[in-house]
């Protein structure tokens, strides 16, 4: 089955520092990989859909690229701000028409108060 | 265009009490899924409707959940003998089928059982 580890489960940075989290994946399918973001008392959301052609995605400042050698998925933004604390989760899509999504643990990013 | 929407927002149960869980999705989604996130956690399927049909429960405990769907619209999730170990978020999302991947959570219902 579908398995995605994220070892990261808190993060902590100064506003402007660059944000960096890992996440590897294991499948036998062709997935298609996601990061959510959670804000507090709500559902997760769509941040940035990678499929398996084209490597990467970027969506409001993130980027994500996608290794399929290391079979690992890795989200970045160069200068965090306030708004960007959350949860962020590492998510692996099976790739039918079903789309039964695989969550990670979830990597909870703060700034330094 | 309203999102999918959950009631009630926050349950607390004595252990062998019932609750039952709403969920309204997006106009026009005809694939329905609940998730259950227990705290620090992410969210892990339940089980999901195509329509008004299950496509699979396989990961929802048979003995004590069920999850109906009758017209395809709106769902309930319900736990007939609730345990301490069922305290978690449940959560509710749609997508609609042709369109993309995205899956669009509701807010989910916070439930404490004591």
């Known amino acids: 089955g579908n398995s995605v580890t994220q070892m990261q489960g808190q993060v902590t940075l100064s506003e402007e520092e660059f944000l960096f989290i890992n996440c590897t994946y294991s499948?036998?399918?062709?997935?298609?990989l996601f990061w959510y973001v959670q804000y507090p008392g709500e559902g997760p959301q769509l941040l940035l859909k990678?499929?398996?052609?084209?490597n990467k995605g970027s969506s409001r400042g993130f980027e994500a690229t996608y290794d399929k050698g290391t079979t690992s998925f890795h989200l970045q933004k160069a200068s965090v701000q306030e708004s960007d604390s959350a949860v962020y989760y590492c998510?692996?899509?099976?790739?039918?028409?079903?789309?039964?999504?695989?969550f990670g643990k979830g990597t909870k990013f703060s700034l330094i108060p | 265009e309203a999102g999918v929407t959950q009631s009630p927002r926050y349950a607390v149960l004595q252990e062998g009490q019932a609750v039952s869980f709403w969920c309204d999705p997006i106009?026009?989604?005809?694939?329905l899924y609940w998730y259950q996130q227990p705290r620090d956690q992410g969210p892990q399927l339940l089980v999901y409707?195509?329509?008004?049909?299950?496509?699979?429960n396989s990961q929802l405990p048979s003995d004590r959940f069920s999850a109906v769907r009758p017209k395809g619209t709106n769902s309930t999730l319900k736990i007939q003998s609730a345990k301490q170990g069922d305290t978690a978020t449940y959560l509710c999302?749609?997508?609609?089928?042709?369109?993309?991947?995205?899956?669009?959570f509701g807010p989910g219902t916070r439930l404490l059982v004591l």
């Open positions: 106009s026009g989604h005809d694939t």
């Open positions: 999302a749609s997508r609609r089928l042709g369109g993309q991947d995205t899956q669009y």
């Open positions: 499948t036998t399918g062709y997935p298609t």
């Open positions: 990678v499929t398996t052609a084209n």
């Open positions: 998510v692996l899509g099976d790739g039918t028409g079903s789309n039964r999504l695989t």
């Open positions: 409707f195509r329509d008004e049909a299950v496509i699979d």
